[in-house]
């Protein structure tokens, strides 16, 4: 029955969590109603009113029609003494509208627990439910209850704590007494236990056949051995686990060998989106499309599918190393300084003879001038010098010039040959598929479904190439420690396939200079994978804070660094540096050439020679 001390308890618990809008679900006279419009106006609060005496048709999408607001939150009071109170219950338990969205004022006047039972035992009822149950023990006296189930589709049963004793009369309303611990802890807190409650777990295993008995998959995810396989899921298994130690809720296994069939159908993350499942071992990319379906709680490790291959150190003769340090532009610009310093110094050896009187053996000649300039660029000095001080200024100049080219072009050439290993010049996947290079393929099964599916031209051209090609295109699948292997032994050899899996059998098989040969072209954007549950369930907030929690003490970075093994680094001066002969190769067969052109000219002047005294005698016989 509608009275004042009821209206002011209706504004005291929508004060008390800050809500300001109301929906009630009632069956009074307007005159009846008309002092509660006017206290929550005065305070703020928007509300609206439903005639529960209506024709039950019209209330038929009571969702629909009263309660599908985009507000955050909304408050609802509903009377249970009204006759159509329980089709009301009944309507909101099918669409699932007992959640932490809608606060849920329920008043009996009577205080019937046995009716409250009938109508909320089998109700859609869970763990979120902000549900509040008042009976009246007097006329100013009421008794406020929290109602809730911890999952009755899992097995949680109906749980109604009496929380505390509310006086109002018609001008306030205060706490008279509280009749449990409930108001010390929040509503979350003090529904951790889940002991109740049996999760189904999407269990996924991809190296297994899911034939195989359960105690074999369980013994295989919670072993140690062989970290590299199915990985991803194993760190989300050890993570789930450890959340069912704080909850205690009991799981039930649900085994599948595939991750998806279509973005966020089939596989795994179709047994969340069609909420046939409430976790899943294997975590993943939230895609646009997934997000549509579930919810990313926190990061778990990172998905990094490359092409990795090695490069030696020396592959054959490498002339570029000796020219690399200066551009075109300024090697031309250092042979014109020599060429000019050498026309200079033999203007200055002329002026010293013919203008300044300085006694000379000789003149140099200019091709004589430019070999001086030359030797004082190859830091060899000269036996000839100016004898007057601004020769000798001219020729200091030009040593401290080649003095600072020699220097800055030696530290450039060692820096190069003894530097970090040769990286290949082939960067994108573009490249890799246009190259000579032979390439490998992981064999599981989001490597080759996104070979085949990517929209990506590279991909498709890379799959086309390295794939469609090949005489025998099976050859090209093959598994990890294969692959790696390869990869070690065929210098330029390239594999793909994720990461931990790779690095797992590179830490194993490789030696640390072979692990600097390495070089890495990223298949698909690096993106980080995501333990995920249904966007609508009401264990959300629950899981994603323990997520949290355990990202915060470690506990997720532990597991991930055992299961997943990212790019290993290694120091500077793990790895043995060859030089090798083909370096200097180009300069031998550079002084070569000079020697056979050196030849050539000395033939040709001895023959001039010959040719002028022979000349000569017959003028002069």
């Not at 393929?441 to 031209?457: A, E, G, H």
């Not at 030089?579 to 550079?590: D, H, N, R």
């Amino acid at each position: 029955m509608a009275s004042l001390p009821l209206f002011r308890l209706i504004v005291f618990n929508l004060l008390e969590i800050n809500l300001s809008n109301l929906m009630v679900f009632h069956c009074w006279s307007i005159k009846e109603a008309f002092p509660l419009a006017e206290m929550l106006n005065e305070n703020g609060i928007y509300s609206q009113y439903i005639d529960l005496q209506q024709d039950p048709e019209n209330l038929a999408n009571i969702h629909k029609d009263y309660l599908d607001s985009d507000l955050v939150r909304l408050g609802v009071f509903l009377d249970l003494d009204c006759d159509q109170a329980e089709f009301i219950t009944n309507q909101s338990s099918q669409a699932r509208l007992y959640n932490n969205n809608l606060h849920w004022l329920l008043y009996d006047e009577a205080g019937n627990f046995t009716k409250l039972i009938d109508l909320f035992e089998g109700a859609n009822l869970s763990l979120n439910a902000d549900v509040t149950y008042v009976s009246r023990q007097d006329e100013e006296v009421f008794v406020l209850h929290d109602v809730y189930n911890k999952g009755s589709h899992l097995g949680g049963h109906l749980n109604i704590t009496v929380d505390q004793r509310l006086q109002c009369n018609q001008s306030h309303c205060q706490v008279k007494d509280y009749l449990s611990d409930l108001h010390l802890r929040t509503r979350q807190q003090h529904r951790l236990d889940l002991s109740s409650v049996t999760f189904r777990l999407a269990a996924l295993v991809s190296v297994l056949p899911i034939d195989s008995s359960e105690e074999a998959l369980l013994e295989f995810l919670n072993s140690d051995r062989d970290s590299h396989m199915d990985s991803i899921s194993r760190i989300g298994y050890r993570l789930i686990l450890h959340t069912q130690e704080v909850l205690g809720f009991k799981l039930h296994y649900i085994w599948c060998g595939t991750w998806s069939v279509q973005d966020a159908f089939g596989g795994a993350i179709g047994m969340l989106t069609n909420e046939s499942a409430e976790l899943c071992t294997s975590p993943f990319v939230p895609s646009w499309n997934r997000l549509h379906y579930v919810h990313p709680m926190t990061e778990q490790a990172q998905f990094r599918a490359v092409c990795m291959f090695r490069t030696p150190h020396n592959a054959g003769i490498k002339a570029a190393v000796f020219l690399e340090p200066f551009m075109p532009s300024v090697w031309f610009a250092f042979a014109g300084l020599l060429i000019f310093a050498g026309v200079l110094l033999w203007l200055i050896f002329h002026l010293e003879r013919h203008w300044m009187q300085r006694c000379l053996d000789f003149i140099p000649s200019l091709l004589s001038s430019c070999l001086i300039s030359f030797g004082a660029a190859c830091i060899q000095g000269s036996y000839l010098m100016p004898k007057s001080a601004g020769g000798r200024l001219a020729f200091i100049a030009v040593m401290l010039t080649s003095f600072l080219m020699y220097n800055y072009y030696t530290s450039i050439v060692v820096s190069t040959l003894l530097g970090s290993p040769v990286r290949s010049n082939i960067r994108t996947i573009q490249q890799l598929a246009d190259s000579s290079l032979d390439v490998g393929f992981d064999t599981v099964p989001f490597t080759k479904t996104y070979l085949v599916s990517s929209p990506r031209p590279d991909i498709r051209s890379l799959y086309k190439q390295k794939v469609e090609s090949k005489r025998d295109p099976n050859s090209v699948w093959l598994s990890p420690e294969e692959g790696v292997l390869r990869v070690r032994d065929q210098p330029g050899f390239v594999y793909t396939s994720e990461a931990s899996f790779m690095y797992h059998f590179v830490e194993k098989h490789y030696l640390p200079q072979e692990i600097s040969d390495l070089n890495e072209i990223k298949l698909r954007p690096e993106s980080a994978v995501y333990g995920m549950v249904h966007l609508n369930s009401t264990y959300r907030q629950l899981l994603t804070q323990l997520q949290v929690r355990m990202l915060e003490t470690g506990i997720i970075s532990k597991q991930s660094r055992f299961f997943s093994k990212p790019k290993l680094h290694t120091f500077s001066n793990s790895f043995l540096i060859q030089v090798g002969m083909e370096y200097a190769a180009p300069l031998f067969i550079s002084l070569l050439v000079a020697y056979i052109l050196a030849l050539l000219i000395l033939i040709l002047e001895i023959c001039w020679a010959r040719y002028g005294r022979k000349k000569l005698f017959t003028i002069f016989p």
